[in-house]
């Protein structure tokens, strides 16, 4: 099936730390998009990647398409206190596959 | 513009009762799709349309149905409830190379 492997399962880090997290897989993907959910809401859109190769930031955000298709990485720079979440990996061929998800906690 | 609207927000079924999730959206999305959530896991794919009158299964659609007769609705019926099956459902729809928008998601308790 489509495993998605994201890693780490949570964080727990400072208020201005740079976040890193990372999904991977054993097959291709067409699109890699990066969630966000916030407690007792459904997940909203970060950023989506269409490209393999493909570097794209939004904000403090900068997320990249792996060249092999199979995996993808999202950072966050200078954190600040809303960004805790919950981070979800995901890929796209005909349907959508989600990883387990990172949960973010920063402390001010 | 509402998005997508799902209902019940909440509900608390017996075992071996049935009951259908209701899905909308009103954004001419071609793609829509069920997924459900159990604490600490992320979401799994249940049911998937890429358009009307075609359904396909997810990861886990035992105990699960799904039609679409329509561009705008997705309903996802639950035939026999099931401890198993309490959790949080989200409803999620897509129009070309967009990602998916979720909906607010729809709790449900089998007791």
């Known amino acids: 099936g489509q495993q998605l492997n994201q890693s780490p399962q949570s964080m727990f880090i400072q208020e201005g730390e740079d976040v890193s997290m990372n999904c991977t897989s054993s097959?291709?993907?067409?699109?890699w998009l990066w969630y966000k959910q916030d407690p007792g809401e459904g997940p909203v859109l970060l950023i989506a990647l269409y490209k393999a190769g493909e570097l794209t930031s939004n904000g403090r955000l900068t997320a990249q398409f792996g060249i092999t298709r199979k995996d993808s990485f999202l950072n966050i720079s200078a954190s600040i206190p809303s960004d805790v979440g919950i981070y979800f990996c995901a890929g796209l061929n005909n349907d959508m596959r989600f990883g387990a998800g990172t949960r973010l906690t920063v402390k001010p | 513009n509402a998005g997508v609207t799902q209902t019940p927000k909440f509900q608390v079924l017996k075992t071996g009762q049935s009951m259908t999730l209701q899905c909308a959206q009103d954004m001419n999305h071609e793609y829509m799709s069920w997924y459900r959530q159990d604490p600490g896991m992320g979401l799994r794919l249940i049911h998937y349309?890429?358009?009307?009158?075609?359904?396909d299964q997810g990861e886990v659609p035992n105990g699960y149905n799904v039609s679409r007769s329509t561009t705008e609705d997705f309903p996802l019926r639950l035939l026999s409830a099931a401890p198993s099956q309490t959790s949080v459902y989200f409803c999620a729809s897509r129009g070309g190379e967009a990602g998916y928008t979720f909906g607010s998601g729809t709790r449900l308790t089998v007791v």
């Open positions: 349309s890429v358009g009307a009158g075609i359904t």
């Open positions: 097959s291709i993907f067409n699109t």
